[in-house]
C-alpha cells in the first residue's frame, strides 16, 4: 500500500501546475486521487504531500524530511518512481492519452526485475517480464478475445515457447477450464474451475503418453484439497492408483 501511496505523489507533482485534480487508474481501478499538492486514497483519505516534483511521507514537507519518490511528466504520459534508499524500487507509468490508465509498471527485487505492460486502451495486462542480473528470464504473452484471456504463451530465456495456457469459458463468460500444453502442443495439465465460486475445483496432471499422472479435487467454496489421487502406469495395472484425503475443516 506504501509503494501505492509514493507514485501518486509524483503524480501530482509532476502535474498540479497543469492538472490540479487528477485520478490514476490500474485495470479499471481508482488507484489514487491528487489534488492541493497532496495524495489522496480513493475515498479521499490523506496520504502524502508532495514539494517540488517529490513525494514525503509527511504532513508537512520540511528540509529533513526524506524524499520517498519523484514523478515525471513527460509529452504522452506520467512516470512515477518509487524509492527504496535511494534506490528505484517500484515505477508505474500512465497514459495521458488514455486518461491517466496505466501502461507499465516494474519492481526491482536485488538482481530480480518484475515488468508488466497493459494496453492502452483496454488496460488489459498483455506481457509480463522477468529479468535476472540484467538479461531475460521468462517473459509471458497473454491474448484476449471478447474481455476474455484466451491464451497465455510463456517464453524461456532464449525467447523459446516453453508453452502455453488455452481458457475456456461459458455462454456467460466465466471461467471453466485452463489447459496447460508443453512446447511440443501436448497437454499436461487440465484445471476445472467452478462457475459460481471461481475457485478451481479439480486438477488433472498427464504424462506426455497422454496418460493420467495425478488427480486433484478441491472445494469449491473453501478451494481446500479434498483428494488426490496419483495413478502408476505399469503393463500390470495401467490404471492403478493411490488416493489420499483430506478433511477440510
Do not use: H, W
Amino acid at each position: 500500500m506504501k509503494q501505492l501511496f509514493i507514485f501518486l505523489f509524483f503524480l501530482f507533482s509532476s502535474l498540479c501546475f497543469a492538472l490540479p485534480n487528477i485520478i490514476l487508474y490500474e485495470q479499471g481501478r481508482i488507484i489514487f486521487k491528487i489534488a492541493d499538492n497532496a495524495i489522496f486514497d480513493e475515498d479521499e483519505n490523506f496520504l502524502y504531500s508532495i514539494s517540488d516534483s517529490k513525494f514525503y511521507d509527511e504532513d508537512e514537507v520540511e528540509d529533513e524530511n526524506e524524499c520517498i519518490g519523484t514523478i515525471e511528466e513527460t509529452e504522452s504520459s506520467i512516470v512515477v518512481t518509487i524509492l527504496d534508499n535511494e534506490e528505484i524500487f517500484e515505477q508505474k507509468e500512465f497514459s495521458k492519452s488514455s486518461g491517466n490508465i496505466i501502461l507499465k509498471k516494474s519492481y526491482s527485487y536485488g538482481a530480480i526485475i518484475d515488468s508488466v505492460e497493459y494496453d492502452e486502451i483496454m488496460g488489459y495486462e498483455t506481457k509480463r517480464t522477468i529479468y535476472k542480473d540484467g538479461n531475460i528470464y521468462f517473459s509471458i504473452i497473454s491474448e484476449y478475445e471478447n474481455d476474455n484471456l484466451k491464451k497465455n504463451t510463456y517464453f524461456g530465456k532464449n525467447d523459446s515457447v516453453t508453452g502455453y495456457t488455452l481458457f475456456s469459458y461459458d455462454k456467460n463468460n466465466i471461467l471453466k477450464e485452463s489447459y496447460y500444453y508443453n512446447e511440443n502442443n501436448l497437454l499436461l495439465l487440465l484445471t476445472e474451475f467452478d462457475i459460481k465460486t471461481g475457485k478451481q475445483i479439480k486438477e488433472q496432471e498427464f504424462n506426455e503418453d497422454g496418460t493420467i499422472k495425478k488427480q486433484t479435487i478441491y472445494d469449491k467454496n473453501t478451494g481446500n484439497i479434498i483428494e488426490q489421487l496419483s495413478y502408476e502406469q505399469t503393463s500390470q495395472n495401467p490404471t492403478n492408483s493411490t488416493s489420499i484425503k483430506f478433511n477440510d475443516k
